[in-house]
DNA sequence: GCGATCAGTT
DNA sequence: CACAACTGATCGC
């Protein structure tokens, strides 16, 4: 789930998937897919006094996130405020302070993400540097290639901050079987269970939420059928999905949900309660779409798996895998990297390792291009700080409404204690706590901690170092986070650096010694085919349908 | 009564 | 095995 509270440090008079509290006084607004946890506040009645009091705000999405959002009557009063953009065409917009009149410009490009329907990216280009903010995405190895836009000639765009998914950022999930292989898969048991009669149906357990379209339509080309859905009200003007869709239940793929009789499943019976018309019992499997992930070294593994006599989980993944992400983000080579998800307990360790790891890497090739060899403390805790500087204002001439942001009377723009900023403060505690849980990666527990910001954002920023401390140990397993996901062997990647290492590491870091940090720099190399867009299951979300 | 929020469930 | 939504309880207005 995104924790992103909504803004970028390097553009923050604008809101991205967050709608509520300091947001409600952003000058525009950007919608990434129609997720809930990524419309928090989009229907809150001081937004809504806000836009019909405002001449410039408008809220920024593809046209597919227009349809859907609009799709819901309780967001129907957004409709004279949405401004719709094609994917991959840059669009500036002028960020304007209604009270003051102060205007800046701003280049946003919607980039496809290969999240749900209607899925992007968000590139913003403009005086304080390019920012790429991905919303929920599953890129391929190699995808960055693909997008023009990320690119200016023959090299990737020079990239301040990735605002990321983090969502699998994890060794744990290293791999995750490619959309293709998991649609194949899928393919092949509905085939041959649907080919043995006609009585024979399959049941899809998705959940309600945008994102299997693509499954379903690759069925229903497959079988030429239809799968039957509850209501093909958000797809009237996608005719990509509305003709694989029906609410006929006289079709073999059903992906209808009924929030009632539900367990009427349980009786070998449909949600929609279809039966066969000569009164013929159906024979019912259902298919749970769900993420597997696998180890590094675990090279092939079923994508199906069968969980009942006539129920399986399928593969399935809305979100990249690590490997994926980490080819993202070597293509990439952001400056920063802000997490938009950022898990608890146990899975924190391995975050800041991972996200630690990769910032080193990346310092020590920022530091070789500038011929040093060494990083040093004070070098870490500038580059941590620099956000802070890039904050004020550098695109428009200084007016008395923009020097008094930057006051101590304005709104407190990330002074907020939600405000997590994990690029800031790093505390690492040995765990007093051997849970059956913990793997042998690591025997010590990283606690992330957003930093704690005080009101007075002027000049307290010597303290926002990047601070390592070995504190109190404290096991942040709870009860509904420890359950079963470990049956994932740890990879070997994983080990990189080793625990004790990492700990010294860390530990001179805090004392401002000189570490080297020449493990392996990464190499940097860019393959450009200028494809535009992938495979047929990557049609739903680079089509503006 | 509505909506926001949280914990628990699927 | 998972990441998004639903349900029900609780609280505030």
């Given amino acids: 789930m995104s924790s992103f509270a909504g803004r970028m440090k390097e553009y923050p008079t604008v809101s991205l998937d967050r709608f509520d509290r300091e947001n409600l006084h952003s ?101 304080r540097g390019n920012v790429l903010y991905t ?7 190699g995808d960055i290639s693909r997008i023009e836009h990320l690119h200016s000639g023959s090299r990737v765009k020079d990239i301040q901050s990735v605002y990321l998914d983090s969502t699998f950022y994890d060794p744990r999930f290293y791999q995750i079987p490619t959309r293709e292989v998991c649609l194949n898969g899928i393919s092949e048991l509905v085939g041959n269970w649907i080919g043995q009669s006609s009585h024979h149906v399959v049941w899809l357990n998705c959940k ?37 869709v029906t609410t006929d239940r006289r079709t073999q ?39 597997m992930w696998f180890g590094e070294r675990i090279k092939k593994t079923d994508v199906i798996i069968k969980t009942g006599a006539s129920s399986f989980r399928a593969c399935f993944s809305f979100h990249s895998s690590y490997s994926e992400i980490k080819h993202f983000l070597s293509d990439l080579q952001p400056v920063n990297i802000f997490p938009s998800v950022v898990p608890i307990g146990q899975t924190v360790r391995y975050f800041i390792k991972n996200y630690l790891n990769y910032s080193l890497i990346y310092f020590s090739l ?26 004020q204002s550098c ?9 008094k942001m930057a006051g101590s009377q304005s709104p407190d723009l990330f002074g907020d204690d939600d405000d997590e900023d994990f690029s800031l403060t790093l505390s690492a505690s040995l765990s007093t706590h051997s ?36 504190g109190s140990g404290q096991s942040e397993l709870s009860g509904s986070q420890s359950s079963s996901d470990f049956d994932v062997p740890c990879t070997p990647e994983s080990k990189a650096p080793p625990p004790a290492e990492l700990s010294q590491l860390y530990r001179k870091l805090a004392s401002g010694e000189e570490v080297g940090v020449g493990r392996g720099s990464p190499t940097h190399t860019h393959t450009h085919t200028r494809t535009h867009m992938h495979t047929h299951t990557h049609t739903i979300y680079s089509n503006a349908l």
């Fill in 435 to 470: 849970s059956q849980n913990l793997d042998s990666c690591l025997p010590d527990t990283l606690i992330l901690q957003p930093e704690q910001r005080g009101r007075d954002r002027g000049d307290s920023r010597t303290n926002s170092a990047p601070r390592v401390s070995e």
């Fill in 253 to 291: 793929i059903h992906a209808c949900r009924y929030p009632t009789n539900e367990e009427f499943l349980h009786g070998s019976r449909l949600p929609c309660g279809s039966t066969a018309a000569d009164g013929t019992p159906l024979r019912i499997i259902s298919i749970k779409p769900s993420t």
């Fill in 27 to 127: 000058r525009a607004y950007f919608l990434s897919h129609c997720h809930k946890d990524h419309m928090k506040g989009l229907k809150g009645l001081l937004l809504k006094r806000k836009l019909q009091s405002s001449r410039t705000v408008r809220l920024y999405c593809s046209f597919v996130t227009k349809e859907l959002l609009l799709s819901n009557p309780k967001y129907s009063f957004w409709e004279p405020y949405i401004v719709p953009l094609e994917l991959e065409s840059p669009t500036q917009i002028s960020l304007v302070d209604e009270t003051s009149g102060e205007k800046e410009e701003l280049l946003v490009t919607l980039l496809p993400a290969g999240h749900c329907p209607g899925s992007v990216m968000f590139l913003f280009e403009g005086c």
């Fill in 366 to 391: 920022i530091l070789t291009k500038t011929r040093k060899i060494k990083i040093s403390h004070k070098s870490v805790t500038e580059h941590f700080n620099s956000l802070n500087s890039q904050s």
């Fill in 135 to 141: 919303g929920d995405f599953r890129f391929a190895a």
């Fill in 208 to 244: 309600a939420a945008y994102g299997y379209e693509y499954l379903f339509t690759n069925l229903g080309e497959q079988f030429n059928t239809q799968i039957h859905v509850r209501s093909l009200a958000m797809f009237q003007k996608m005719p990509e999905i509305l003709s694989y």
């Fill in 395 to 403: 695109c428009s001439a200084p007016s008395p409404a923009s020097s």
